[in-house]
């Protein structure tokens, strides 16, 4: 990753009885409570369900070993006191920075 703002991560937090279309135009479904889209050096935290802005979290990108840390609230991921057992594996897509969704090739 040389240049963050051209990828998007969208991770999926908790579980859904069914799978729910991600955020941004993914093109994808994951069982969630809540999604968690990392795009360039911002992330964003919706309800899984009806889409609704719950926030946002901090990233850092560290381009030289190519990762990048979101440290998510519990009370923006929605699970009070529980913890999460781990994200589902990320989808991640072309990021159109203009266009706020994902690109599809």
């Known amino acids: 990753m040389t240049d963050p703002g051209l990828v998007a991560t969208t991770i ?3 579980d859904s009885d069914q799978p729910l279309p991600a955020p941004h135009g993914a093109n994808t479904v994951m069982p969630a409570q809540v ?6 050096t911002t992330a964003d935290v919706v309800g899984a ?27 923006l991921a929605g699970c009070g006191s529980r913890t999460f057992g781990g994200g589902r594996p990320p989808s991640a897509p072309c ?3 203009c266009f706020r969704k994902a690109v599809r090739p």
């Open 49 to 75: 369900a009806d889409g609704r802005e719950l926030g946002s979290a901090p990233v850092t990108v560290d381009k030289e070993r190519r990762q990048v840390e979101v440290p998510v609230k519990v009370t």
């Open 35 to 40: 999604f968690v889209t990392v795009h360039g």
């Open 95 to 97: 990021w159109g920075p």
């Open 12 to 14: 999926a937090l908790g």
